[in-house]
């Protein structure tokens, strides 16, 4: 007898004392690791979604993971019979998004200005030799999210994009959201999250088609704690009001003068040129980081005369609003479910996911699934047309609760498992839209305009690219704008960070555009709660005209 084993989709029989990284071995599937199977790396991460009871107990080794997660070199088959389904941190081709649509502006190649040079054979890095070699000069730019990873390698002497990589964030053993990954950091020593990612983007600068010894700068967008987290800072006072980068308050007690972070390769363990640098961008807030920045670079914010917002759904929402004259900043503590987390068959953009879908009175409903495979769950846009179809064909109320006294609404599609949204899922997706709308209505409020006068309102990110506008605006996600008014594009974190390694002149614009940036904290606000437990309900957002 043999267990049967269910990983990144493929399927073999296990015996007991099996190994999951043997299993993997079996069905050609590569896991990350850099020990020699051994445990010490903690790089072979897995997720067992079922048959956990089927596994050997955790060991020594595994203290450091929470919930399902598991090291597949320690962890083995320990039953004779039974199914167990699992995945890597790196299952198949992520829908992740790695380029950015319809922005204003194009850094062009004739203006390019990196900090790398090249005088002869001498590599320099801010006019000083780093190297000698006469092979390209490349550079990586980084979108460091809490749930996936983008990074993106360019020819610095043509602004070229030789090529890119993208890849579930490995940290997510320590949480879903940002403040579990300060808790997790906090009381674990040896900063197990930063060396578990720098093992996987080590394992994806190595497949690039270049020598690692060619790459001279790193620039990095992320959230104040994932960026914190990757140069090894302490993230505590992030997560303790008045939720501070500890740059900010150095900052404020004179110890330096802008938020930016700099290291060498060698000190953050990169297998790129050792004197490479990792330059960190600005960041506003605690929790409005260098990925908002970064945006607001892609979008050319620091020349545009029109009033425009930028909305970056996710585990942590940004906003950001303004022109060149004003801008305000604030951020939402989304959570994960509108990414697929905390929900019954909430997944990720991977092949199985329903990304779009369409109910009918009298028939199955109508879905599309990534990859044009049987369907395993739910990814974030597919449950915002799932939950504006189920609002328009009245069988939820904008409460969210169910019109037929159910708890449940399972999906008639082609599926080799069910594929269902209870109410406690809704409530989960509430809660975030909630968050997102409180965001909203703040910042506007602040600024003093109603979305009506409104020029732009992009939607960056992925989620964002990929969202049903019309679904978006029935449910009450987005503000209830003209379509005309609403620019989906795309990751312009990665465009951002882009244009930050391919120009000094932009990094000090960047520098002088953040200290005007006003933050507004959501929590302080008086009226937040009252704009919370409104934009939990599923209605259309308008916003009135300022008084």
């Known amino acids: 007898m043999s267990v049967e084993l269910h990983l990144n989709g493929r399927q073999t029989s296990a015996r007991p004392g099996a190994t999951l990284f043997e299993c993997a071995d079996a069905l050609n599937l590569k896991i990350p690791n850099s020990c020699n199977r051994n445990g010490r790396c903690r790089e072979c991460l897995v997720e067992i979604a079922a048959g956990m009871d089927l596994l050997s107990p955790r060991t020594p080794e595994e203290n450091h993971l929470r919930e399902n997660f598991r090291l597949s070199c320690r962890c083995s088959i320990a039953a004779a019979a039974g199914l167990v389904r699992c995945h890597t941190m790196r299952r198949g081709e992520m829908r992740i998004e790695r380029h950015a649509f319809v922005l204003p502006t194009r850094h062009e190649p004739s203006r390019l200005d990196p900090a790398v040079t090249r005088e002869g054979d001498r590599i320099l890095l801010d006019g000083q030799e780093i190297a000698r070699s006469t092979a390209p000069i490349h550079g990586l730019a980084m979108d460091l999210g809490t749930t996936t990873v983008v990074v993106r390698l360019l020819n610095l002497e043509t602004g070229e994009v030789v090529a890119d990589s993208a890849f579930e964030n490995p940290q997510r053993f320590g949480g879903t959201d940002v403040m579990a990954r ?32 060619t790459i001279y700068e ?15 800072l302490d993230v505590h006072p992030i997560g303790q009001s008045p939720y501070c980068s500890i740059t900010q308050l150095e900052m404020e007690q004179g110890q330096r003068t802008t938020t930016t972070l700099s290291a060498t390769a060698k000190k953050l363990g990169l297998p790129i040129h050792p004197q490479a640098r990792v330059y960190g961008l600005p960041i506003i807030a605690g929790h409005v980081g260098a990925d908002a920045v970064a945006c607001m670079l892609a979008i050319d914010l620091a020349n545009e005369d029109r009033t425009v917002a930028v909305m970056d759904i996710g585990t942590n929402t940004e906003l950001i609003l303004g022109n060149k004259n004003k801008i305000l900043a604030a951020s939402c503590p989304a959570g994960p479910a509108f990414e697929g987390g905390a929900i ?13 879908i369409r109910l009918y009175d009298d028939g199955p409903p109508q879905a599309t699934v990534i990859g044009d495979v049987p369907a395993e769950g739910l990814c974030g846009s597919g449950l915002v047309d799932l939950l504006s179809e189920l609002l328009r064909t009245n069988r939820i109320n904008p409460l969210g609760r169910f019109e037929d006294g159910e708890h449940r609404f399972d999906l008639d599609v082609k599926s080799d498992t069910p594929v269902y949204l209870t109410e406690s899922d809704i409530n989960e997706l509430a809660q975030a839209k909630g968050a997102n709308v409180a965001g909203l209505r703040v910042i506007f409020h602040d600024f003093g305009i109603p979305f009506d006068d409104l020029d732009v309102f992009y939607l960056a990110g992925g989620f964002g690219r990929h969202l049903n506008i019309a679904s978006s605006k029935r449910i009450g996600l987005i503000p209830n704008l003209p379509d005309r008014k609403i620019a ?10 882009c244009i930050a390694l391919l120009s000094r002149t932009k990094r000090e614009e960047l520098e002088t555009l953040v200290k005007k940036v006003k933050h507004c904290r959501l929590e302080t606000h008086a009226d937040f709660f009252n704009f919370f437990v409104e934009g939990c309900q599923f209605n259309p957002v308008e916003l009135p005209v300022a008084s």
Not at 192 to 211: C, K, N, S
Not at 488 to 497: D, F, L, R, T
């Open 344 to 356: 019954s068959c909430g997944m990720p953009g991977l092949p199985g996911a329903i990304e779009k």
């Open 182 to 213: 300060i808790h997790f950091d906090t009381h674990n020593p040896g900063k197990l999250l930063q060396r578990t990612l720098v093992g996987y983007l080590t394992h994806a600068i190595e497949e690039f088609p270049v020598d690692p010894q």
């Open 218 to 232: 790193l620039v990095v967008a992320g959230n104040s704690t994932m960026r914190d987290l990757f140069f090894k």
């Open 488 to 497: 989906q594009i795309g990751n312009a974190s990665i465009e951002g960070a």
